[in-house]
């Protein structure tokens, strides 16, 4: 009894074949199929590399690179595939399972080690030897196939990664010849993406502009005497309210909003406005990545008056409005939209250069 559920055991084994050497979280590094560099997009989470088809009796060398190293890996569970027939077929199924098993080519390369393994994991999940009942014979050309079927289809695991989002982890397989130098070598990336993007879109924002403009009054003087002029504040500077301000501006997307419909990040920009640059920082709420509210405090450029005067005071010297004022800087608020595009809006298109003009004919 105990010699038959050994036997059940061993064709349970045997006849799962390659699939169940991996868990759920393995990621399979097949070398019988490898292009020789691959990157591939991976969800964050565990995952382990699992070297296959290895060629027997040959070295290789495998190097890993990853920040974070995770707790040993799981066991690998197996299943149980009992076939059944009479006891005649199964003497007539071991003699053709030995003979498909011997005529598998000694593999050489880690293609044909793939070719075999498969193979012989497809013909011992077809036959119907070793089922409980036959004799040790039998058992034993069940033993033989699985062996081979091991040393085919070998694995190599290793510790399991925590992958989180904004890391990669690349793989790295080498065949050594005897010398001990690398002779093929197999790169796999397992990435999960970046944590984010930065976008640049351009914003159509509005600020108020409130410049506090002086004027100069001529003074009552008597005959003779040069003309004098008093610094008189503006009742209503001309341009005040809101004004338009282009900028460009720059904010963060995170990866877990990347899919969706809104988005609010912070956004910082720089613009101009009709006395100079501007600074903006605030928040953008986007639509689909392209189209974004805009809201925020501006650090802009107001004119005042020259701190070399004060109001009221009476010069003999009729001053311009750039000497008479200067430029202060100011905090206010700002709002507006911003849209992505390909290229500039705000720039403007270099006009065509004309045909050069050409030369008369010369008369013959």
Same mark, same amino acid.
């Given at each position: 009894? &105990?010699?038959?559920?050994?036997a059940?055991?061993?064709t349970?084994? =045997? ?10 979280s ?5 070398? &019988? ?11 964050p989470?565990?995952?382990r ?14 190097d ?12 690998v569970?197996n ?16 003699a053709a399972l ?6 598998v ?8 080690v ?6 012989? &994991? ?23 196939a ?9 694995s190599?695991?290793f510790? #399991?990664?925590?992958?989180k ?11 050594l010849?005897?010398s001990?130098?690398? #002779?093929?070598?197999w ?12 976008l ?11 410049d ?29 309210? #809101?004004?338009f301000?282009?900028? =460009? ?11 969706s ?12 406005n009709?006395?100079g640059?501007?600074f ?10 392209n189209l ?7 650090y ?9 005067f ?17 430029k202060?800087w100011?905090?206010?608020l ?5 849209l992505r ?7 403007t298109?270099? /006009? ?10 010369? /008369?013959?």
């Amino acid at each position: 009894m &105990a010699a038959r559920l050994r036997a059940a055991l061993l064709t349970a084994t =045997v006849v799962i074949g390659l699939p169940t050497v991996l868990c759920a979280s393995d990621y399979p590094i097949d070398l &019988a199929t490898h292009p020789g560099s691959v990157s591939v997009t991976v969800s964050p989470g565990r995952s382990r590399p699992v070297v296959l088809h290895r060629v027997p009796g040959r070295h290789y060398k495998v190097d890993i690179l990853l920040e974070t190293v995770m707790p040993e890996p799981l066991p690998v569970p197996n299943g149980l595939n009992v076939p059944a027939g009479p006891f005649t077929a199964i003497q007539d199924a071991c003699a053709a399972l030995r003979s498909a098993v011997d005529a598998v080519v000694t593999p050489k390369t880690e293609v044909e080690v793939g070719t075999a393994a498969a193979t012989i &994991a497809r013909l011992l999940a077809e036959t119907k030897c070793g089922v409980p009942g036959g004799t040790a014979d039998t058992q034993n050309v069940v033993g033989q196939a699985r062996q081979i079927l091991e040393k085919y289809a070998n694995s190599l695991p290793f510790d #399991e990664y925590d992958l989180k989002s904004g890391q990669r982890l690349t793989i790295t397989v080498a065949r050594l010849a005897a010398s001990g130098e690398a #002779e093929k070598s197999w790169t796999t990336v397992l990435t999960t993406g970046a944590r984010g993007e930065w976008l640049t879109s351009y914003a159509f924002t509005f600020a108020p502009l409130q410049d506090d403009l002086f004027k100069l009054d001529a003074a009552d003087t008597k005959t003779g005497e040069p003309v004098k002029y008093t610094i008189t504040k503006q009742r209503a500077a001309p341009g005040n309210g #809101e004004r338009f301000v282009p900028a =460009v501006m720059f904010s963060w997307l995170p990866r877990r909003w990347s899919r969706s419909l809104l988005s609010v990040s912070p956004a910082a920009g720089l613009g101009a406005n009709p006395n100079g640059p501007a600074f903006l920082l605030g928040a953008e709420v986007r639509y689909n990545a392209n189209l974004a509210f805009v809201v925020g405090g501006a650090y802009v450029q107001q004119r005042r008056l020259s701190r070399a005067f004060e109001e009221g005071q009476v010069i003999t010297t009729n001053l311009t409005d750039d000497q008479l004022h200067e430029k202060a800087w100011r905090r206010t608020l700002f709002w507006g939209f911003s849209l992505r595009f390909g290229t500039n809006p705000f720039k403007t298109q270099a /006009a065509e250069p004309a045909d050069p003009p050409k030369e008369p004919k010369k /008369a013959k």
